[in-house]
């Protein structure tokens, strides 16, 4: 069975510091790959997603993640975060052709940024 | 409404009653989707719809649990003689067409605490 696993439970950074949290995930095909975020009090939304093409995607609020295939990962990352960043990730990963009911999430990394 | 919206907000029921939640998706999108959040669990995938299709009920924990939607539109989801286990964030989701690199769509959730 398809599994998706956020090694940071909880990730606590300084205003301006470098961002990355990380995501695997068991499949051996084809795949298509998302960042969902919550911020505080609001729904969940989509940061980005890798279904083809160039492995390295851009997203919104200045994020972005990595698909490399042979490490089966897919990190988000971002250079410089902001207060407002402060908000639950949640990896989350289904098999291309597959159903979409099998969209499966990780159990999210929650980021606290200190002004 | 732009949205997809969820009802009630939050829901206090005592352990063997039943309670029915509600989902109306983003207007004209097919897809409808059923996940349950728990407090450092992640996204529990529960039941999708698509279309006219019979529904994927592969992530219903137990018979206790079951949805329906009327008219390819509303959905409730029902849940008989409720245990202190099913206490959690009910988080309802919609998309255009269902295809698995679709952006999913999430309405702000029920809050259900059974005491």
């Known amino acids: 069975a398809q599994s998706v696993s956020q090694h940071n439970h909880h990730v606590i950074l300084s205003e301006a510091a470098s961002l990355e949290l990380g995501c695997n995930y068991s499949?051996?095909?084809?795949?298509?790959l998302f960042w969902y975020v919550q911020y505080p009090g609001q729904h969940l939304q989509l940061l980005l997603k890798y279904f083809s093409g160039d492995p390295l995607v851009k997203g919104i609020k200045g994020f972005e993640a990595e698909f490399i295939k042979s490490k089966f990962s897919f990190n988000l990352r971002k250079p410089s975060v902001q207060w407002s960043d402060t908000a639950e990730y949640f990896c989350?990963?289904?098999?291309?052709?597959?159903?979409?009911?099998?969209?499966?999430f990780g159990k999210g990394t929650k980021l606290s940024v200190k002004p | 409404g732009a949205g997809v919206s969820q009802s009630p907000s939050n829901k206090v029921t005592e352990k063997g009653k039943d309670v029915e939640l509600r989902c109306d998706p983003i207007?004209?999108?097919?897809?409808l989707y059923w996940y349950r959040q728990s407090l450092g669990q992640g996204l529990e995938f529960l039941i999708y719809?698509?279309?006219?299709?019979?529904?994927?009920k592969s992530g219903l924990p137990s018979d206790r649990f079951s949805a329906e939607r009327t008219g390819g539109s509303v959905s409730t989801l029902t849940i008989q003689r409720t245990q202190q286990e099913d206490s959690a964030v009910y988080l309802c989701?919609?998309?255009?067409?269902?295809?698995?690199?679709?952006?999913?769509?999430f309405g702000s959730g029920t809050q259900l605490s059974v005491l």
């Open positions: 989350a990963v289904n098999a291309n052709g597959g159903s979409q009911g099998n969209l499966i």
């Open positions: 719809f698509q279309g006219n299709s019979a529904p994927d």
């Open positions: 989701a919609s998309s255009w067409g269902g295809r698995t690199n679709e952006k999913l769509f």
């Open positions: 207007s004209g999108h097919t897809a």
């Open positions: 499949y051996g095909g084809t795949v298509n």
